[in-house]
């Protein structure tokens, strides 16, 4: 049988170049070769633009990979849930233990220079989901971190995480609703959301309520998805919109550097970091099918598959130019004195 029938996925759709296939198309193409002991993905490599590309020259294993024993797959995930323990263990397999979103540990390393905290500060995370940030951030500075999170089911998860790391007072998850739930005030020293404001309706309420929960010279860093300018969204971003579960919000990227500039903050200029951003989806899958030998692929290819469609819809926004991602940094100002 067809690898690539054999593990149920759809023959990618499209006339497009090899170079150009959709996200979807392409990892269903690497799923199927690594079903294939002659490719080794340790040869597939990430041009610039983001594009895989197989070395040529790729010489076959000595001991290819043996035929696994009969495998019976799990079927679809029945559980109606949206963070099933079956889609957690491919996207925490995806992007590290406690992390839903791309790049994970790392990601969040990399900004630490950037925060410069201390066991001395306090930090409040818009976004806490599993606890995994929230841990990275005290294993890694000592910083205090009070963690929001309003998925309710993230927030669950959270709770429990937050005991089976020991983080119930370094890091705690609390259920928040963004917008209504209310920061205490003048009490941190940093605040950090990754790529999880854009579901939230009432944004400028939740802008400020980040502004008043800092101290002055305190700092905010946030990623988010944007619209690319104030025309209306494109049809791929239209497609991603539809498919989430919570519906995005999206505001174009100067809108809210402009908002968060009225506040009382020193805005710095906003960085756009889709590339980056696309890449780390793309290493991430790499490194996920890098780790999969054929039994365990198959045993959970249905999950696999699911998965990867949720991230395909959303990369077909990105590469449509219709959809960004965008880093905003400011510094907290001495609050305004009130006119006598």
């Given at each position: 049988?067809?690898?690539?029938?054999?593990?149920?996925?759809?023959?990618?759709?499209?006339?497009?170049?090899?170079n150009k296939l959709s996200f979807v198309g392409k990892f269903a193409r690497l799923c199927a070769r690594r079903l294939d002991p002659y490719y080794d993905i340790r040869h597939l490599k990430i041009d610039e633009a983001g594009d895989t590309h197989w070395l040529e020259n790729i010489a076959e294993p000595e001991a290819p990979e043996p035929e696994p024993a009969e495998v019976v797959p799990?079927?679809?995930?029945?559980?109606?849930?949206?963070?099933?323990?079956?889609?957690?263990?491919?996207?925490?397999?995806?992007?590290?233990?406690?992390?839903?979103?791309?790049?994970?540990?790392?990601?969040?390393?990399?900004?630490?220079?950037?925060?410069?905290?201390?066991?001395?500060?306090?930090?409040?995370?818009?976004?806490?989901?599993?606890?995994?940030?929230?841990?990275?951030?005290?294993?890694?500075?000592?910083?205090?971190?009070?963690?929001?999170?309003?998925?309710?089911?993230?927030?669950?998860?959270?709770?429990?995480?937050?005991?089976?790391?020991?983080?119930?007072?370094?890091?705690?998850?609390?259920?928040?609703?963004?917008?209504?739930?209310?920061?205490?005030?003048?009490?941190?020293?940093?605040?950090?959301?990754?790529?999880?404001?854009?579901?939230?309706?009432?944004?400028?309420?939740?802008?400020?309520?980040?502004?008043?929960?800092?101290?002055?010279?305190?700092?905010?860093?946030?990623?988010?998805?944007?619209?690319?300018?104030?025309?209306?969204?494109?049809?791929?971003?239209?497609?991603?919109?539809?498919?989430?579960?919570?519906?995005?919000?999206?505001?174009?990227?100067?809108?809210?550097?402009?908002?968060?500039?009225?506040?009382?903050?020193?805005?710095?200029?906003?960085?756009?970091?889709?590339?980056?951003?696309?890449?780390?989806?793309?290493?991430?899958?790499?490194?996920?099918?890098?780790?999969?030998?054929?039994?365990?692929?198959?045993?959970?290819?249905?999950?696999?598959?699911?998965?990867?469609?949720?991230?395909?819809?959303?990369?077909?926004?990105?590469?449509?130019?219709?959809?960004?991602?965008?880093?905003?940094?400011?510094?907290?100002?001495?609050?305004?004195?009130?006119?006598?």
């Amino acid at each position: 049988m067809d690898s690539k029938a054999e593990l149920g996925v759809p023959p990618a759709s499209g006339a497009l170049p090899a170079n150009k296939l959709s996200f979807v198309g392409k990892f269903a193409r690497l799923c199927a070769r690594r079903l294939d002991p002659y490719y080794d993905i340790r040869h597939l490599k990430i041009d610039e633009a983001g594009d895989t590309h197989w070395l040529e020259n790729i010489a076959e294993p000595e001991a290819p990979e043996p035929e696994p024993a009969e495998v019976v797959p799990q079927g679809p995930d029945t559980s109606g849930l949206v963070w099933s323990s079956r889609r957690l263990n491919v996207v925490e397999q995806l992007w590290g233990d406690g992390y839903i979103m791309p790049g994970g540990e790392e990601f969040v390393k990399e900004h630490l220079p950037m925060l410069a905290l201390t066991e001395k500060m306090s930090l409040l995370l818009v976004g806490a989901s599993l606890c995994g940030i929230g841990r990275t951030l005290v294993d890694e500075t000592g910083v205090w971190v009070t963690g929001y999170e309003d998925n309710e089911e993230l927030a669950a998860l959270g709770k429990e995480r937050e005991v089976l790391y020991a983080m119930q007072r370094r890091a705690p998850v609390n259920k928040a609703k963004y917008g209504e739930t209310e920061f205490k005030k003048k009490s941190f020293d940093a605040v950090l959301s990754l790529e999880r404001i854009y579901t939230v309706e009432n944004k400028k309420e939740l802008f400020a309520q980040m502004v008043d929960g800092m101290r002055t010279d305190g700092e905010l860093l946030y990623t988010d998805f944007v619209l690319p300018d104030t025309n209306p969204p494109n049809d791929a971003v239209k497609a991603w919109i539809a498919a989430q579960p919570v519906t995005p919000h999206l505001w174009p990227g100067e809108v809210t550097q402009a908002y968060l500039a009225s506040l009382n903050v020193d805005a710095r200029p906003l960085t756009d970091i889709t590339r980056a951003y696309r890449n780390r989806v793309l290493v991430g899958w790499l490194n996920f099918l890098s780790t999969m030998n054929k039994e365990r692929l198959l045993k959970i290819a249905d999950d696999v598959i699911a998965e990867c469609e949720r991230w395909a819809v959303l990369m077909n926004a990105i590469d449509s130019g219709g959809l960004k991602v965008y880093q905003y940094h400011a510094f907290k100002l001495m609050d305004r004195k009130k006119p006598q």
